[in-house]
């Protein structure tokens, strides 16, 4: 994967996650932080996995690999201009654990149907190696669009308005963008070639768009978006937005052991209406008979040192561990925060203590994610 293009701006500092280089920030991550509250900002995605994929049933095979409900073709709204939504998975293990989450949309054109997924490039190598094992390729191949397509992310409360003026060219409106639910989307399909995507990121907790094309056409949407007032941000205040709005990322809450009712993504992720899937089972279990041992909170911790660590683990009243962190942000808005798995007999309102009985006290809340 080639290095992303912000690469050629100076003031941009790099870190490696999963073995890819990923923006961490743009000099000033508190500023970057204030703009996207405040303001509008983009950041490039360009690490994560885009894929196609396409021949004779790539939907029935799918179908029988991931949990969410299979998405619908794309509808032409107005010309040039299609209408559709991503919808939301995982894949997992015949366990129930997690190996995977992804969005995934189609595109119909002439006879062919195309899906196409967005994940994470941490997920990509043991989704790759499970989907050789179980996709028939006489029925189904899988593409990797490697360095040819990225994406951005557009985020802040004037972020429709910008995108509608910029890079959109005003063909979808400001107020149809602020309209969209999450994984709803807008598409740009000329006849000259070249595809734009928006699609309603629900990750944050300020509004967002995420934006999906050819390399070429994003680095011009990039200096279109920076000259009309988007700063530019990286990872670091893009995970403080995350965890005040208590979403679960794949390298960090989901990928270790994890059944995604244990991580409250369930109602998005699973149709319990479809047909056989693997780890179905599991899945259907827990929500008829059973239930899980721990599950996803926030917590608001009681702390004036320095973040705690993820991995810290959490006690209460007794030296067994309750739980432990997963990821930790100081939010400007709202304080130190962290997302953490605790045990089920930890309820929210309650009090536990970060690394040790003696430790600094946290409160848990619930999620909505």
Known sequence: MSMPFPDEESGVSFEKVAGVDVIRNFGSPRDEYEAAVNRVAVRFRGHRAQWRFEGRQPVEMLSGVVTGVMPEPLQEVEPGVLAGKATYHTVLTPKGKIVADLRLWRRDEGDGVHLRADLSHGAA???????????????????????????????????????????????????????????????????????????????????????????????????????????????????????????????????????????????????????????????????DRGRVNRSLRRLRLDIDAPLPEAGTELFRERDRPVGHLTSVADSPREGKLALAYVRREVEAGQTVHVGGLDGPRARVEELEV
Not at 151 to 166: H, K
Request: hydrophobic fraction near 40%; proline fraction near 4%; glycine fraction near 10%.
């Open 125 to 287: 190598p043991a989704l790759a190696e499970l989907l050789s094992r179980t996709l028939p390729p006489r029925l189904v191949k899988r593409v990797d669009l490697g360095d040819a397509t990225g994406m951005l992310t557009v985020l802040g409360p004037e972020a429709s308005r910008l995108l509608s003026a910029t890079v959109l060219g005003l063909r979808v409106d400001r107020s149809d963008l602020d309209e969209l639910e999450e994984g709803e989307l807008r598409m740009l399909a000329d006849s000259g070639g070249d595809q734009l995507l928006v699609i309603r990121n629900g990750d944050l907790s300020v509004p967002a768009f995420d934006v999906v094309g050819h390399r070429d056409v994003l680095r011009s949407a990039w200096r279109h978006l920076t000259q009309g007032g988007a700063a530019r941000v990286g990872r670091d205040s893009w995970d403080v937005l995350r965890v005040e709005a208590g979403r679960p990322d794949y390298l960090t809450e989901l990928a270790d052991e994890i059944i995604p009712v244990e991580a409250g993504i369930h109602d998005r992720a699973i149709d319990y209406d479809k047909g056989c899937y693997t780890g179905q089972e599991v899945i259907v279990r827990i929500r």
